[in-house]
């Protein structure tokens, strides 16, 4: 019997050393966390930076630093999970490229390094946008370091347009919706044609409508936040956002997001003669034919008589309050931010909007005419609210929800609007 | 749950004697067929292959599409011009070996120590009187009924104290504790339904219990063996949430992990990869497939036995 | 987890009809070495969280006790506000209703091919086995991935099939994921589709150890096919039938990937359980894993309940055995 317990015990022991031993050979190629040369770990989202921005940053930090870079791309769906659930472990990722409207509340909840001391130091003498920067910025301590700015603008098929008839740029909304109805017009024979598809579910474009018409996402008194889709400037942008999501984007994308079908698809197969977006890079890779030449971008006019103000997206740099390298994830994220990668990188290769005023300035000399429209959007930008419960709405998929129910009729603008504020005053308080 | 047919006793143990009854009954009914063909039988079993075999159909063909027939209005039901981009794209797309090495070695270790921990305790909990045995039962049960996503929270926050998250190990005892319960709720039915006067002959031919167990239990519940590491490698091969939620870094996804990854992938400017992710999803399921074509005879005639006992 | 030993008991149950359990009276330590490793393991693994779940659901754990570690107990502020909660509610509805739909089901659908297969040649049976296995065999990721490219919006190719037979207009551009019904409608296809085999299959087994000399004699006598299977092969599966329902129960009532990944739990919540709702609450958003705790523990605790006549008889006849 005894020697049989042995025998039990025996197999157990190679069983487990079986499995130890494939799990130190498998934790041995990681080599991130382990000892030796120190290496740092990035986590970038997917879409931001092209990896020639990445490598750039990685080649400056290791000859100032000598530690090594390992970049995590990382997609956008549960994004908030990931994070959160990445921060409270001892070894978070060093550095994080976070989302504007998502740095409230991983700072508000003491999951971020807090960069006050080091501002001056990181912004290298510019001047930081201030729709990357407030957001960042909780109570006025500052938890992040701005990556990047995009603006939305409008990007239209020039060919389909001219076929159209249509010879001028748009920049009032009647000139706008002309336009579009004369392109509506000679497409009439082109089944689920939408002159400008802005699906349903696109909350960035609807509150546009929504901003222009002088309604807020949600407004703060003392401690106190009230969701503000029900007032009436507000429900006057919705209603203007219906009417111009039924006419001229196809009955189907009421219910539809910009991902599934994606929108870059559908206007590469002259589904649509125009959309809203932050670049035009997507058109270029899901058609090759296509040229930045064949395409025009301009603001989206607004019924205010200015162009609408737009959501100004855009990525920040944090770094976690648990990071075991936190002095060279600052060296890292200071390189990042720097005028010369912000104006050979960020905006040369990547093409988005620089982080600084004078970034901007300073772009404007070589700025092609495609880049033109989102520089020109972004002048009137607003963001969503400094709140740290922001992101649980975000996340829940709400403001799709509010959008996408007002454009399928599914539910009135009024009824829409209330439930959603409902819920809201819940979550932005925190109850 | 008691009630027992008449063959269930023997068809663990006999499986033979059941496939010599199986030949000669399908004789008689190829005789029987000669006459009458059974032409609306077949009709509905027809239907129902292509519309069951149609999502697996539509994932190879997709895969072996270029981009432009995928995203076309008039869907293609052969590839007009096969490629095997897309193959190389998902292979492409992060390191396919690791995670492919991450599942195995997580799974692998999951269901063995779930089957050799479950098999001595399912044997304690069929062949031995003890006070407890029954509180033991009702916990087993009770755990099946907790939603899955209940345990992954304290486990998360207790492997995060321990360091135990980003971890094979982590990952292993997750699917271990959801697999477990479950595996020896399986085997114990699997050993009840083997006759206890055997452990009694071989008791008075003065076998100790451990010769009882290794030398006539074990290889006659090798049915239930199978079953339920079956289960338990299905159980474990397709978490998906847990290991998303555990891995931290990259290089210790999983393959299920890298699979939904694709969803959102190459840019968030074209959307989600169809070619690549059901190039993806093919290489995922092939070693599945042929496995379950191998041993779905053991499986399902093991299933069957141990039914009768559940 | 009780591992005390009592000598075992000195005569068989009445209820048994055979002997199940050694006679030998002298007590043995067999079981607890049989068990005590599976027990430290689960104690670890399963009944340690277990007893942590319970307690973070007093207390107000969230996105900054996950940071810094601070939180205070609350008592039963977060069964409260869960209990009070329609959504909460909702979710134990849908989990219910979606479960006991997809049960019911697959049960049917493979209890009908099960029976169809006894009536098919050799070589059509052998390919619906084929088939059925192929279904079974697709890790359920992988085919969930499947199934939003089936049911994708403009260029998916259910879409396109369901709008060529012309019964329902147009519906290429439908967006089933964000219809509430449609929604549903997906995931129990899905769900559905991946179930049937293991049920087909299975009661296929048990079916062909049902003589067949007793299903002719019922034929010849005039039976329909559906009162053969009623009269002649129900009886028989009984077992089987019992055995795979509850299986179902078991594997439906935790269906958590397919929802998730086609989904998410959305449009607007319609599609999510009570699974989803804790993973949501727990892990999404702001991190309230003290309320995820609470809905854990709650909805287990309800479930408890209205099993509870289900769980007697089984421990009922845990003890005959």
Redesign the interface.
């Known amino acids: 019997m005894a020697i049989k317990k042995i025998a039990v015990v025996g197999a157990f022991s190679v069983a487990s050393l079986l499995v130890l031993s494939a799990c130190s050979s498998g934790g041995g190629s990681d080599g991130a966390s382990g000892g030796g040369d120190e290496t740092i770990t990035v986590w970038a989202m997917d879409g931001d930076y092209t990896p020639e921005t990445l490598d750039a940053i990685n080649a400056e930090f290791t000859e100032a630093t000598g530690a090594e870079v390992d970049v995590q791309v990382q997609t956008w769906d549960g994004i908030t999970t990931k994070i959160s659930t990445a921060l409270a472990t001892n070894t978070p990722p060093d550095i994080l490229d976070v989302g504007n409207t998502q740095v409230a509340s991983y700072a508000a909840n003491g999951g971020l390094l807090d960069l006050t001391d080091q501002a001056d130091d990181l912004a290298q003498g510019h001047t930081w946008l201030d729709g990357l920067v407030d957001p960042a910025t909780i109570d006025g301590q500052l938890y992040a370091v701005p990556g990047f700015a995009g603006a939305r603008a409008v990007i239209y098929n020039k060919q389909m347009w001219a076929d159209a008839g249509v010879t001028a740029v748009p920049t009032t909304y009647e000139e706008l919706t002309a336009a579009l109805d004369k392109v509506k017009a000679a497409n009439a024979d082109t089944s689920d044609f939408s002159a400008f598809y802005l699906p349903g579910q696109y909350w960035f474009g609807g509150l546009q409508f929504v901003w222009d018409a002088g309604g807020e996402i949600a407004e703060q008194d003392g401690d106190e936040w009230t969701s503000g889709f029900g007032s009436p400037e507000a429900i006057e942008g919705l209603e203007a956002f219906k009417e111009f999501q039924t006419s001229y984007s196809s009955a189907a994308s009421a219910t539809l997001n910009t991902l599934e079908p994606n929108q870059n698809q559908i206007f590469a197969d002259g589904k649509t003669s125009a959309i809203l977006n932050t670049n035009v890079s997507g058109i270029l890779t899901a058609n090759p034919e296509m040229t930045e030449d064949d395409l025009g971008t301009f603001p989206m006019p607004g019924l205010s008589g200015d162009t609408q103000p737009v959501m100004l997206g855009g990525s920040n740099w944090a770094i976690p309050a648990k990071s075991q390298n936190s002095e060279l994830a600052l060296e890292w994220v200071k390189i990042a931010a720097s005028p010369e990668i912000q104006e050979d990188y960020v905006y040369g290769v990547d093409g988005w909007i620089p982080n600084s005023s004078e970034g901007i300035e300073a772009a404007q000399a070589t700025l092609s005419d495609v880049k033109k429209g989102f520089f020109d959007a972004a002048l009137n930008s607003k963001a969503t609210p400094p709140n740290p419960n922001w992101t649980t709405i975000e996340s829940n998929k709400d403001v799709e929800g509010l959008f996408s129910s007002i454009a399928s009729g599914s539910q009135s603008v009024e009824d829409a609007a209330e439930s959603f504020d409902t819920a809201a005053d819940q979550t932005l308080n925190g109850e | 749950m008691t009630t027992s047919t008449p063959s269930t006793t023997r068809s663990a143990a006999a499986r033979p004697a059941d496939r010599a009854a199986g030949a000669s009954r399908s004789r008689s009914h190829v005789s029987r067929r000669l006459r009458r063909i059974p032409w609306i039988s077949c009709a509905i079993a027809a239907v129902f292959c292509v519309l069951w075999a149609f999502p697996v159909y539509w994932m190879v063909n997709t895969a072996f599409k270029p981009q432009s027939e995928m995203l076309s209005s008039t869907p293609h039901f052969l590839p007009q011009n096969p490629t095997l981009d897309n193959f190389f794209r998902a292979v492409g797309q992060g390191n396919f070996l690791v995670y492919l090495q991450n599942s195995v070695i997580v799974v692998a270790g999951a269901v063995i120590f779930s089957i050799v921990l479950g098999l001595f305790a399912a044997a304690a909990l069929s062949r031995f009187r003890f006070r407890g045995r029954r509180t033991i039962m009702v916990f087993l049960l009770i755990v099946q009924m907790l939603p899955g996503t209940a345990l992954l929270i304290p486990q998360f926050l207790i492997f995060n104290s321990l360091n135990l998250l980003d971890t094979y190990w982590g990952l292993m005892f997750a699917y271990v504790a959801g697999v477990l319960p479950f595996s020896i709720w399986v085997m114990r039915g699997f050993f009840l339904a083997i006759p206890v006067e055997l452990d009694e002959a071989a008791r008075i031919d003065g076998a100790s219990t451990w010769q009882v167990l290794t030398k006539i239990l074990f290889p006659l519940v090798m049915p239930g063996i199978i079953a339920s590491s079956v289960f338990a490698f299905i159980a474990s091969w397709n978490d998906y949430i847990i290991a998303y939620t555990f891995m931290k870094d990259q290089a210790h996804y999983t393959l299920p992990v890298w699979l939904a990854s694709f969803s959102t992938a190459s840019g968030g400017q074209i959307g989600t990869d169809y070619g690549g992710q059901m190039a993806g999803a093919t290489l995922f399921s092939i070693p599945v497939v042929v496995f379950f074509m191998i041993i779905q005879r053991n499986l399902v005639s093991g299933m069957s036995a141990g039914a009768v006992k559940g | ?6 000598p ?2 000195p005569r068989r149950p009445a209820g048994s ?8 009276t002298r007590p ?1 330590l ?2 607890l ?3 005590s ?3 430290l ?2 104690l ?3 009944i ?3 007893v ?2 319970v307690y ?1 659901s007093f207390t107000d ?4 006790t ?3 570690g601070e939180y205070s107990v609350v008592g039963v502020d977060q069964y409260a506000a869960i209990l009070s909660d329609s959504e909460f509610w909702l979710s134990l509805l849908r989990t219910v209703v979606f479960t006991a739909t997809l049960v019911g089901g697959s049960v049917l659908i493979g209890a009908g ?1 099960s029976h ?2 006894t ?4 070589v ?1 049976r052998y ?17 969930s ?6 049911f ?4 998916g ?1 259910v879409n ?1 099939l369901v709008t060529q037979t012309g019964v329902v207009g147009d519906i ?4 089933w994921a ?2 509430p019904q449609l929604a549903w409608v997906c995931i129990w296809l899905l769900v559905v ?1 991946q179930a ?2 293991f049920i087909a ?2 009661l ?3 079916e ?2 049902v003589p ?1 000399e007793r299903k002719e004699a019922a034929r010849l006598d005039g039976a329909s096919e559906f009162s053969v299977y009623r009269v002649v092969v129900l009886p ?1 599966l ?3 039938m ?3 329902t ?1 299986l179902s129960i ?1 594997w439906d ?2 269906v ?2 397919q929802i ?2 086609v989904s ?1 739990g ?4 319609a599609t999510s359980t ?3 709702f ?3 609450t ?6 309230q ?1 003290g309320a ?2 609470a809905i ?2 709650a ?2 605790a309800i ?2 309940v209205l ?1 509870v006549l289900y ?1 007697r008889n ?2 009922r ?5």
């Open positions: 987890m009780v591992t005390s030993l009592a075992a008991p009809p055979r002997g199940r359990l050694p006679r030998s043995s067999a079981p070495w049989l068990l490793p599976a027990g393991v689960l670890c693994v399963t340690a969280p277990i942590f779940l973070i754990y969230d996105q900054r996950l940071f810094t091919m169809l297969m009536r098919l040649p050799t059509m390919v619906v086995t084929v088939v059925l296995i192929l279904a079974w065999a697709m890790p359920n990721v992988a085919s991935l499947i199934w939003k490219w089936l994708q919006p403009q260029y190719v396109w290429t551009s439908v967006n964000a219809d589709w049937v085999p299959l299975t296929y087994a048990a062909t150890q067949l028989a009984k077992p089987t019992l055995l795979v509850m078991i009532f935790n958590f990937n998730w990944l998410a959305g449009p607007d919540r009570l699974g989803v804790t993973y949501t727990a892990f999404s958003g702001n991190v894993i995820g705790s854990a523990v909805s287990t479930l408890l099993s769980i089984l421990v006849s845990g003890e005959e055995l």
